[in-house]
């Protein structure tokens, strides 16, 4: 058996995932332990959603292929959302809005991953990359900016080392 401290072991498991459990079996319960507190007290983030519409343009469009594709967009209010349970958030990227007197007073925001994009916005309303064609009657959904407030960004990164995606 081999015997580390509990912290060393998230940070293995951090990069590694669940291979790391093959080190032994009762870092599952540490593991569990550490998930708890994400359960009985969820994350929360604060995200702007745009809203993008195409004018003028077929009903069923490629992507890869339209040279005019040039919708409006129009960002949403801010939503707060609250996750407690395996959802892989994405990574952290400097924010480019940052301001000592504005209202984004984050220094680091985060870049949503396709699973986490699918959960707040349904997938057939999501404008993606991912998608070579989209119906551009109907509008389109992405998320502008996510961020969490100073106060939570510690509990967001932990949670993002105790729930890492395998995929």
Not at 74 to 96: H, K, M, Q, W
Not at 128 to 156: F, G, R
Request: glycine share 2%.
């Amino acid at each position: 058996m081999i015997f580390l401290p509990n912290k060393v072991f998230l940070n293995i498991y951090k990069y590694v995932g669940h291979n790391s459990l093959y080190l032994d079996k009762t870092y599952y319960d540490v593991l569990i332990r550490e998930r708890r507190q994400f359960i009985e007290r969820p994350i929360k983030l604060r995200y702007m959603t745009a809203k993008w519409l195409f004018r003028r343009m077929h009903k069923i469009v490629n992507i890869q292929q339209a040279k005019k594709l040039r919708p409006s967009l129009r960002v949403l209010p801010e939503t707060t959302l609250e996750i407690s349970y395996a959802i892989d958030l994405g990574r952290f990227v400097p924010n480019e809005l940052y301001s000592e007197d504005g209202n984004f007073s984050n220094k680091e925001r985060i870049e949503p991953s396709y699973k986490l994009l699918t959960h707040v916005i349904d997938e057939n309303q999501l404008y993606h990359t991912k998608k070579m064609y989209i119906n551009t009657k109907a509008p389109l959904y992405s998320i502008y900016m996510l961020w969490c407030d100073d106060e939570e960004l510690e509990h967001v990164k932990n949670y993002m080392n105790v729930w890492v995606n395998d995929s």
